[in-house]
């Protein structure tokens, strides 16, 4: 497991990509899972903008989500007082065989993007999850059919951040930087609310959320954050080895990403 890094430096890039995010782009929003790490971004753009999220967040629902999920989702948009967008997405064959998820909750938000216009789209991806996610960049740039030019990305060096031409939006990734001890000590430290999903009952919890059709328990008996530190920094096992997306072959995930796929 990968060494404690400094949460204060962490927390400073993170504040420093979604503040450039929001001076840059004009109609900016955010996708959100009710997971650990998006929720741990909103609270990183509460603190980055004053006790608020100053822009829309998106939950991209399949309509078979865990009824914690959506327990999470209803109470802490009220308390965040989060101008929430739900769009729904179809369960249907796609190329990553998994017919819950995969490209078909990319296209519903490609549905929205174009009713919205959202020129930047926040999305807490995180290096270390998975090899494909290891190439984005802070600010990657889709194209006009919502493709990902892994190969060709724009240099990024120091704080620099290129401009972006022919785009139909650019993903921000203010979360790339850490990893999955990392967030747990921050929610940890920020008191952050947490979906109930992640701790165990009758020994098993999840470590990876998607919907209730892809995404399987783990046994543990982590009944809090402190068991969750302590287990992981033992563990040999991915994070991501209980979503089947991940369980697909390495260029199935990579032709996903490239078209799209969050």
Not at 197 to 203: D, I
Not at 222 to 228: K, M, S, T
Request: some cysteine.
């Amino acid at each position: 497991m990968a060494e404690f890094q400094d949460l204060t430096k962490l927390e400073e890039k993170s504040v420093y990509v979604l503040r450039e995010a929001k001076a840059r782009f004009k109609n900016l929003a955010a996708l959100w899972s009710m997971g650990k790490d998006s929720t741990a971004m909103l609270a990183i753009a509460r603190k980055a903008f004053f006790g608020r999220v100053p822009f829309p967040v998106i939950h991209i629902d399949n309509g078979i989500d865990f009824p914690e999920t959506y327990e999470f989702r209803k109470r802490l948009a009220k308390e965040w007082d989060l101008d929430l967008i739900v769009v729904k997405s179809v369960i249907k064959d796609d190329i990553s065989g998994i017919k819950c998820c995969g490209a078909n909750k990319t296209d519903a938000l490609k549905g929205l993007l174009d009713t919205r216009g959202f020129d930047g789209l926040i999305v807490s991806i995180r290096r270390d999850e998975h090899g494909i996610r290891a190439k984005e960049r802070y600010f990657s740039p889709r194209d006009k059919e919502f493709k990902w030019n892994y190969k060709e990305q724009p240099p990024e060096v120091w704080e620099y951040t290129s401009r972006f031409e022919d785009t139909s939006h650019v993903r921000i990734h203010p979360l790339l930087q850490w990893n999955e001890v990392d967030i747990w000590r921050y929610l940890r430290q920020e008191e952050v609310p947490i979906n109930p999903l992640y701790f165990s009952r009758e020994g098993k919890r999840y470590r990876s959320l998607g919907c209730t059709q892809c995404t399987v328990s783990v046994q543990s008996g982590a009944a809090n954050i402190d068991d969750i530190i302590s287990e992981l920094q033992k563990t040999g096992t991915a994070e991501r080895s209980g979503r089947m997306q991940d369980k697909e072959q390495e260029n199935v995930m990579q032709r996903l990403r490239a078209l799209g796929y969050m």
